[in-house]
């Protein structure tokens, strides 16, 4: 299926943000559920760091929001010795993966995408993974206050 996101479906794909920097080598991140069994190699650079507060994160993580990075699809591989997760359609073009043993929401991946999200806080090297943007922020709880890292893929004013 290729269906395009609607307005009122989670996001997975990049909105704003980081992107590969070119002629820099690939970096190669290592991120593991809860109990180990679910352990996943990425390459690359972390593209789009954002938070999300739809309804659908909320409820899957327990938080407020889930802080998601992007990667190229190509890139990633599963090495823990329980494979690949077990996976949950939370709408028609969007899957998440999740670890059938501890329960650690681990991916989100769209049909029609090119990257997956992972979840920042299942990776083990977190740098470069500020947020830089906040989808569903109408959505997020009153009582949460949320920074957001500069974006250096963002147009800068010109200098007087």
Known sequence: ????????????????????????????????????????????????????????????SGGPAVLWVGFDKKGLTWTGPGGEPTWYATWPTLR??????????????????????????????RSGTDPVGHSYRHEAVPWMTIALADDPSAPRPASP
């Open 96 to 125: 998440r993966g999740f670890c059938p043993h501890c329960g650690t929401h681990l991916i989100s991946v769209a049909d029609d995408s090119d990257l997956i999200m992972v979840t920042a806080f299942s990776l083990d090297d």
């Open 1 to 60: 299926m290729n269906a395009a996101l609607t307005p009122d479906q989670p996001s997975a794909q990049p909105q704003t943000g980081r992107h590969p920097a070119p002629g820099r080598p690939e970096i190669t991140r290592t991120g593991h559920c809860q109990c180990r069994r679910i352990v996943y190699q990425v390459l690359g650079e972390p593209i789009d760091p954002h938070l999300c507060s739809c309804p659908h994160e909320t409820r899957i």
